[in-house]
């Protein structure tokens, strides 16, 4: 089975994985795949760096569905079948969205999208990055417009943070505490302490002595016109989680074959069994490959002579060029035995039947088109072309 076998069928892949390991690179290759195999798709994601613009031809991402240039897709010599679209999420925005679709007065939705309170919240929550990227999902699946949706989730350092990021939100804005603090204004139209208990009252007079009682007055105001959006983040949560887990999704866990980070991949699958979340295939990136049997050392001696700018070098010279080459070279090798035994134990936890897609190592960063068609055909098993020069290089004679 190969990655595009694992995707093929499916109408939404979501790339999962820490910070700094070509996710976002991975999310673009796959969306592109797939407009060049004839699917309308588009990828999602969250990271502002503007190299993933310009790998996909566009002057800028933003929270906008902007169609990629049909020339940027289609692989060299070959007409493009299908289209491709990027965006790049807007937490504001994206829970902007979400609040004007469960609030029906054009006055009500407005009081609470230019409320201050609102504004500061919504963009630093603890989980809103996570929620409003599952919100998004969750609504562009509705809509029904693309054949495929990638997206490329927030950066985590803890699988937990992602998967659990709808619960926690949900608990936080329909918390006991919450009700608690609006009751008196949904009773009488207004905060008074007079109608809070007699130790909420004494709390909240001396949090009113720093803050001031406008503020909360202010914030039980909001809270209660925000109440009609409270209950839709519990039933959105319940949608995401349901759709998570239908036939029509998989996910696509990215890493590096490190011991840390082949550790956090472990642990993040756990976590998506003990889920029921569909899965679909490791990508492990930046893997150094092996160069086979080392060359004998008089041979590498021969070899460097012959080497126009090592001409007029002295013999003793040369050999200690050969002797750190052969250095260099072990250590190379020892470099990718361990990246090698990594990806075994990672395969040996979580068993033969799951895609292992490797990914050599490349020395820069995928940044424009010719690294993003590079890492295509690197993840769909076409015949691996050689790696894009550095900056700077020339190509060989």
């Known amino acids: 089975m190969t990655l595009g076998d694992a995707i093929a069928k499916k109408r939404i892949v979501i790339c999962v994985g820490p910070?700094?390991?070509?996710?976002?690179?991975?999310?673009?290759?796959?969306?592109?795949?797939?407009?060049?195999?004839?699917?309308?798709?588009?990828?999602c994601t969250i990271d502002p760096a503007k190299r993933l613009a310009s790998s996909l031809g566009l002057p800028r991402l933003d929270h906008e569905e902007r169609r990629v240039p049909s020339d940027k897709v289609a692989p060299l010599g070959r007409p493009a079948r299908g289209e491709l679209f990027a965006m790049m999420?807007?937490?504001?925005?994206?829970?902007?969205?979400?609040v004007a679709r469960r609030v029906q007065s054009p006055e009500k939705l407005r009081a609470i999208l230019e409320n201050r309170i609102y504004r500061s919240?919504?963009?630093?929550?603890?989980?809103a990055q996570e929620y409003a990227a599952m919100a998004k999902l969750h609504a562009l699946d509705e809509e029904g417009r693309y054949d495929l949706i990638v997206l490329d989730t927030p950066p985590t350092s803890n699988a937990l943070d992602f998967l659990d990021a709808p619960r926690k939100i949900t608990e936080a804005?329909?918390?006991?505490?919450?009700?608690?603090?609006?009751?008196?204004?949904?009773?009488?139209?207004?905060?008074?302490?007079k109608l809070v208990s007699f130790g909420g009252a004494f709390v909240l007079k001396r949090i009113?002595?720093?803050?001031g009682s406008e503020f909360i007055e202010d914030m039980a105001g909001f809270l209660v016109m925000f109440n009609d959006v409270i209950g839709g983040f519990g039933a959105r949560a319940e949608a995401v989680a349901s759709l998570l887990r239908e036939p029509k999704v998989t996910f696509v866990l990215v890493g590096t074959p490190e011991p840390l980070a082949i550790d956090e991949a472990l642990f993040f699958y756990q976590r998506?069994?003990?889920?029921?979340?569909?899965?679909?295939?490791?990508?492990?990136?930046?893997?150094?490959?092996?160069?086979?049997?080392?060359?004998?050392?008089?041979?590498v001696v021969i070899r460097l002579t012959l080497r126009p700018e090592l001409k007029g070098f002295s013999a003793d010279d040369v050999a200690r060029a050969s002797q750190t080459l052969r250095r260099t070279y072990r250590n190379f090798e020892a470099l990718a035995a361990a990246n090698q035994h990594e990806i075994a134990r990672l395969a040996a936890a979580c068993g033969p039947e799951h895609l292992y897609v490797q990914v050599p190592f490349c020395e820069r960063d995928v940044y424009d088109l010719d690294g993003l068609s590079w890492l295509c055909r690197?993840?769909?098993?076409?015949?691996?072309?050689?790696?894009?020069?550095?900056?700077?290089?020339?190509?060989?004679?």
């Open 208 to 211: 009113a002595r720093f803050v």
């Open 19 to 43: 910070g700094g390991v070509g996710k976002t690179s991975v999310a673009a290759a796959i969306a592109m795949q797939a407009a060049r195999l004839g699917r309308r798709t588009l990828v």
């Open 378 to 397: 690197h993840l769909f098993a076409e015949t691996p072309p050689p790696p894009p020069l550095a900056v700077g290089a020339s190509a060989p004679a």
């Open 89 to 98: 999420l807007d937490q504001q925005r994206a829970m902007d969205e979400f």
């Open 173 to 193: 804005v329909d918390s006991p505490a919450i009700q608690w603090f609006i009751r008196p204004y949904m009773s009488a139209g207004r905060f008074s302490l």
């Open 272 to 299: 998506l069994r003990e889920q029921s979340m569909p899965f679909g295939a490791f990508v492990l990136n930046r893997v150094h490959a092996s160069l086979g049997p080392a060359p004998p050392a008089d041979e």
């Open 121 to 127: 919240i919504a963009g630093s929550l603890a989980g």
